[in-house]
């Protein structure tokens, strides 16, 4: 059974950081296509940064510059740091398996990790 369990972010204040958590399950995470979304109020969830089995690594123009992925397979754990935070960062962040083009492998989503950024 696939699984992911985000965790992290809470409220930051601008100019700080943020850094999430997700433990995955349920298939070969160290093979696996893995990859942060994104859902802001009112919008879809959107692909934000990849990382591949071999380290590779690619972003979405929403996430240059200020996003850092990185994954342990031994601990079958995915991560995103965000520093600085901007406002506009507040969103639910999702982790999942991705395909090459860039949608969710599955459909079985976590709880996601909130943040929110204000003063």
């Known amino acids: 059974q696939v699984q992911f369990v985000e965790s992290g972010g809470g409220a930051v204040q601008p100019g700080g950081s943020a850094r999430l958590s997700c433990i995955a399950s349920?298939?070969?995470?160290?093979?696996?296509?893995m990859a942060w979304y994104r859902q802001t109020t009112g919008n879809q969830r959107e692909l934000l940064v990849s990382?591949?089995?071999?380290?590779?690594?690619g972003y979405t123009s929403s996430a240059k510059d200020r996003f850092t992925i990185s994954r342990d397979n031994a601990k079958n754990t995915l991560y995103l740091q965000i520093n600085p935070v901007h406002v506009a960062d507040t969103a639910t962040y999702y982790c999942?398996?991705?395909?090459?083009?860039?949608?969710?492998?599955?459909?079985?989503w976590g709880r996601g990790a909130q943040v929110t950024v204000s003063f």
């Open positions: 990382i591949d089995s071999s380290g590779s690594i």
């Open positions: 999942n398996r991705r395909t090459l083009i860039g949608t969710p492998q599955y459909d079985t």
């Open positions: 349920g298939f070969d995470f160290d093979l696996a296509f």
